[in-house]
């Protein structure tokens, strides 16, 4: 009987629970609703209004998802249009003219308005299934750490539903704050770090529909994997991105595309890096050279005024020996782009070039430091011209 009691009690005190977050959430709905239309311009504004009225991070991200779900309608006529080049900060604020959107403009203003208010968030992008269908384009949502646990939030699909090639406005709380363990089964992210799940899902699972954890799998820590994501360089994070996602299976043209994007990510860095460094050579290269034309104005000055032989000696082999690093990172150097390829067939031959130079000075260098004061002041016959 006691038994009894206690599941009576149990369950009473949960569905007490569920109304209460239920009666919150539309007490935050009602609140953000209330926000001035000339405040709605900029996520700076909607954001210090979500700080003024709000203190916990759950009402901020609720606040959030219904703001970005009740004032942003799907763009059917968009859907399929593609605009990475488009900055940030310029399609935050078309989206906010306009009032329209796609997926991942949905996501742009949840994530930055997330970041404003001290939530911390990350836009994520797969595929998703509706109705034991595979979806045939991707698709963006977000997820947000509240309350040291990860929950994921679609706002697209928070916002309403499509039919007949229209848009209805419809909000669907079912995709706000949802558990990982459930998001599985519809949301399947390229990079399976996202899945926020010890025991990730496979694609090849998750058109099968088989998303139930299996932990006869090996354990994945991706607390502890977003963390060294987060430390990373940019180029590292690609590097493990692809891996990842070629790991996890490539089970259809999305995911192909995705990988092959992070392939050309990561040539674009490395042709940049490449870049970058050769543009560190050449200015040690620049720096070398000045310090052989010091030498070389100081050889045809016949070594006047006069310095120990030991500094000398060091005006030609310092910068020798920046000559001989540089020479070495050139050849080192990875592919930098047709439109660099011949400054860097020219600084090699220059590099060259002043390497034996160098050589010839220093020769003559070592010859007078070997002889006496009488026979050094014979070695200078004419005057050196380089």
């Known amino acids: 009987m006691l038994k ?18 239920q009666t919150d959430d539309m007490l935050v709905d009602v609140q953000i609703s209330k926000i001035p239309n000339s405040a709605t311009f900029s996520t700076k504004d909607i954001a210090n209004y979500i700080n003024s009225n709000f203190k916990t991070d759950n009402d901020k991200i609720r606040a959030i998802f219904y703001w970005t779900a009740s004032n942003i309608s799907y763009d059917m006529g968009n859907r399929l249009t593609l605009n990475s080049k488009e900055t940030s900060e310029n399609k935050i604020k078309n989206i906010l003219q306009t009032r329209k959107g796609v997926c991942g403009d949905y996501t742009e203003i949840f994530n930055d308005l997330a970041k404003k208010v001290g939530v911390k968030s990350v836009i994520i992008s797969g595929y998703t299934k509706q109705n034991g269908v595979i979806d045939t384009i991707s698709h963006a949502w977000c997820a947000a750490k509240i309350n040291n646990k990860w929950y994921l939030f679609d706002p697209t699909w928070g916002s309403g539903y499509a039919n007949n090639g ?31 799940l010890h025991y990730p899902i496979t694609n090849q699972e998750f058109y099968q529909g088989r998303t139930q954890i299996n932990k006869s799998k090996k354990y994945f820590d991706f607390e ?4 060294r994501y987060e430390s990373s360089s940019e180029i590292d994070r690609l590097y493990d991105s692809a891996e990842r996602i070629e ?13 092959k994007n992070k392939d050309k990510n990561i040539s674009y860095l490395r042709q940049k890096t490449n870049v970058e460094k050769l543009n560190i050579i050449t200015i040690n290269c620049n720096q070398a050279i000045t310090l052989l034309n010091d030498f070389i104005n100081y050889r045809n000055k016949r070594f006047s005024p006069t310095l120990p032989d030991k500094e000398i000696k060091n005006m030609v082999t310092t910068p020798k020996q920046k000559l001989i690093e540089c020479q070495n990172a050139l050849y080192d ?8 390829s011949s400054s860097l067939a020219s600084l090699k031959k220059s590099v060259d070039n002043a390497l034996a130079q160098t050589e010839g000075h220093l020769l003559f260098v070592q010859n007078y430091l070997s002889k006496n004061n009488i026979a050094r002041k014979g070695m200078f016959t004419k005057t050196i011209w380089y």
Do not use: C, T
């Not at 009690?9 to 109304?19: K, M, R, T, Y």
């Open 4 to 21: 009894n009691i206690y599941i009576l009690l149990s369950l009473f005190l949960s569905i007490l629970s569920f109304g209460q977050s």
């Open 166 to 196: 229209r848009f209805f406005k419809k909000i669907d709380n079912s995709y706000f704050k949802v558990n990982p363990l459930q998001s599985i089964s519809s949301h399947i992210p390229f990079d399976y770090l996202w899945q926020f």
């Open 224 to 227: 502890n994997e977003i963390a």
């Open 247 to 259: 790991k996890n299976g490539v089970e259809n043209n999305l995911i192909l595309e995705r990988l």
């Open 333 to 340: 150097m990875g592919y930098v782009g047709n439109g660099n």
